[in-house]
């Protein structure tokens, strides 16, 4: 079924231009009938999951651009690949070779990505920078030369720039299936000690793993993915396979394992898309389909993402903001009534009934606009807790009484806890309240209501026996 | 600053019977004559001790004083311009399964995809090994772990939603998980809450109980006395070491903060008339 | 090898197209965005692609405008994938200018037959056919790169120096502008766009994305070099000058050595300016490899 509907998303988005080709070249397409092709749009598809994963922990260790570098420090491997086993009378062409190439040079960036950082006070994103445009300028250099040299034209090698599937043998198709599967393996048989590496290098070190060995592992296998990326994705947007999917998988779970099946299949999916794409329409750059395709799933992820989703964090932050809202009309109501009954707190319960306050007097308690009092109010008489009296007066209702003094209490003592605590308390004050028990435990919330009475008699109200079953049950 | 290093470290020998270059082979670990630098500027100096075994140590010194870096200079996680450090008598790279580590807080990202289960169980990695999967033995020592600090209801919650102590009690657990000997915990107390505090000193007293050897670093003056059995004042040498209650007195306090304690020195006569 | 004429308005161009990015890269540098200036200078791609087809010439004002918008609109969704999307920043960086790339690059491969604008010309140029197209100025025939990239080197020019101080103290300490009343946000987009048009200047003549090369590496020679601002941009000024004329000569003078043909100047450009950094990093005076090797050990 997922599969279908993926295939319809990539009519859509390669629509117009496949629109004017044949119907038939389509269907075989898509149908995977060619051997050629299916052995090409496996072999990306391996590769968008390789990218997925190793990507996943090169987004965690904070280091996502790495991979950016790396591809622009093939372009010299591939050139100077090229030229040498075309001097030597050979094809100059022959992928295994061109791929080799580009490895030693995007290994040799990373290298010198990772030693200028540590020789110099350039920080990180310059040295990133440096290696990028500098193997880029040797590589389009060598490609000037390549371009005037007698013996065969560089022509192919354009290919590895921009991406372009349609001139890919199944023998390539498979080298870098093959490449993609081992990369894979090593990044799962290695999952645990990746995982510690990224979250906490120190402990890792202290435990006695070989962090750098680790570390030059990761990268391995990021050059790897990169260069066997090149020749479908092009060596500009390779990166983004390797950071798209993670970022997009990101939206959806806090789970490092869930995060690297979701980013493994994101890239897998735009790998398939790109392919087919890219087979249906010659000279439509596959790379440029692949990274559309991953680039909208980002933009679905981060908007509707259940975990951290734009519209999801919208959401709760509305919800919280109404809680706090209805939350402070509460205490103030409650408020009003004590200080104008007078009495103590026991008594005030049974005040409450006859006690109203109009909408005017309510306003200035606090710096409220009133279009915003208005919303609270409405919000609240809604939830049962005031009602609008027959003389025009806001009255509360008894499960809004009992609601009101759960909220000043936990007010209150969330206010004594950061007048005791001083020191430490900030970071553990939930303004919100609700959850005190939950964030302090029993005993100290026991604790501060003993001082509440003895050091605070002003503020002092006795535990309601509502207040306890209320907190439980709460959301 | 240079020339008045080696006079201080008279003074500092005169209160250190126990340093010097006399180490005991059983100690659990023994710094020798260790030195670090950064970048070339020397943050410890000669720094000669022992830690005494079933003790709770509390490292005390101003901030710079390098009580991290002494702790991850002995880990070997930052490199050492001299010295070395045995655990037992034999070199610690050797030793270092009896080793446990704390870090600080706030040396991880606590937005990581993991839950709490996921980070105990971090502490069993290397008896698990190379390659293999974590499986449900590890998760249930990691488990046992949580129970121990009082956390096993948040086992299954990402860590971002935990609060400071509760985070501090996690990385507690990952240690315990390991079931080391010796413990060397980076400022546990630091921003955390008064029952987390609470069940951290409980986990120190039951781990000496059974034997084990645990040094912490602390920079609250006011409960050195009530924690910590043994101590060990640190301004980028080892002003004073030994026992809490012969040392931690005003003297050693001025030469451990200098100038700096005119404002400490009031909480300090309070803290040392208290104890 | 013979130098003509048409060497030296190349070399012109080289020059100030170097001149215009390494002004503005020194700010990028401090302000730890050297990778901004390389997402913004793929990301244009889109603009001038839409500016292109517009209006289907290379030099109109529609597609400096159009790559002025994508570039400021790069670091605007950087900045809300960062912020709204908790996604970690060189990340989202790396999100928004690959995907802004494969648009323009659809867009170029798709109107391919109607006009005449190859990626390959955008990414690293033409340089060698910058003197061929001119303009008549008075008496003078001067080739349009050249006069595009002088207007171009002289706002960026005077943008530093008229909002100098403004610009030092973001990249100083943000927070601290902000208090001070500058608005370090219309600073921030103010150098995005200045970067967006410059790359679109100079794609003719070293390629877009060369442009990171002018942006990053003179500056960062600069700084191994000196601990002073003001020295640091002439410096850097300096460097991307050397680069330029290097660049060019060497382009023509290196490759007969090996026997081949001569290559093109904008990736020998970024290879010279490479090797100038190579020479800050092992020779610096007190920063460099064998400086620190000799210094004494202060224990």
New interface residues.
Partial sequence: MQFKFWILVSLLLVG??AASADVMPLMRVLTLQDYNTRVVVVGILLLGIAAGVIGSFM??R????VG?AVSHATLPGLCAAFMIMASMGGDGKWLPGLLLGALVTGGLGILMVLW?RS?????E??A???V???F??????????IQ??RQGHAAGL?SF??GKTASMLAGDAMLIGGAALVVITTAV?????F??L???E??A?????PVRALDIVMMLLVVTVTVIGLQAVGL??M??L???P??TA??W????Q??VWLSAITGGISGLIGALASALVP???A???I??VA?AF?VFS?LFGSR?G?VI?FFEHWKLSRKVGRQHLLRALYEWVEESSGTGPDELAAERESMGISFESLLPERSWHPRQLRRWLRDAMGQGNIYDGSDGLFHLTREGWSEARRVVRNHRLWEIYLIE?AD??P??VDRDADMIEH???R??VDELEALLRTRYPHLAMPPSPHTLSLAGGRS | METDAPMSLNTSAKTLPATGSEHSATAPVSIHDMTVAYHRKPVLWDIDLDFPKGKLTGLVGPNGAGKSTLI?AV???VPKASGRVTVFGQPY?RQ??L?S?V?QRE???WD????AL??VT?GV??K?G?????RKPHRELAMAALERVGMADYARR?I?HL???QQQRIFLA?ALVQDAEIYFMDEPFA?????TEKAIIHLLHDLRSAGKTVAVVHHDLQTVSDYFDHLIMLNMRVVAAGPTREIFNRENLRKTYGGRLSLLDQAAQAIISQS | MNWTMLDTWIVIAGVLSACSCSVLGNFL?LR????M??AIS?AVLPGLAVGFLLTGSRSSLVMFLGAAVVGVLTAVFTQW?NR?????E??????VF??L???G??LI??A?DAVDLD??CV??GAIETVPLDTVQLGSLSIPRAVLTLAIVFAINLGVIIVFFKEFKICAFDEELATTLGIRSAWMHYLLMTLVAVTTVASFESV?S??V??M???PP?TA??LTDRLQSMILLSLGFATLSAIGGHWS?MAV?PIFG?????T??????V??LL?SFA?VFSPR?G?IA?FLKPKTN
């Fill in positions: 117009a231009p987004l965690l904070k280091r996502a651009l950016d200028i020789q110099t006070k350039l920080k994103d310059t990133l920078g440096i990028l445009s500098v880029f300028g040797m590589g389009v250099s060598l490609l000037g030369i005037k040299m354009e720039i921009y048989l290695l999952f645990k000690e995982r510690l990224c979250f906490d120190a402990f070190k202290s435990q006695g793993w500009i947007l990166i983004a390797l950071v798209i993670p970022a990101r939206f779970t806090e789970h490092l869930t995060l000279n439509l750059p790379g440029a389909v990274v559309l680039a980002f981060m951290r734009v964090r605590y430490i308390a970071s553990h964030v302090l435990g005993a100290m | 991850k880990l070997d996680l790279q270092r399964h080793v580590y870090p040396s991880v990202d990581f995809p993991v839950n996921d980070v971090m990695y290397g698990i190379w390659f293999r999967p974590v990402q971002s609060s400071g102590g990952r921003g955390v809450d008064a029952a | 540098l730890r965005m050297s990778m200036g390389d793929h994938i709204f999307g908790k996604v970690d060189g990340a989202s960086m790396g999100v690959t995907a790339f494969a648009v690059l659809v491969v798709q391919a990626p390959g990414l690293y390629g994305i060369l990171i090369a942006l990053i590496v960062a700084y191994l382009a490759p081949f043909a001569d290559t093109n904008s990736g020998m450009m970024a290879v300016a490479g950094f990093f920063q490899l620190r």
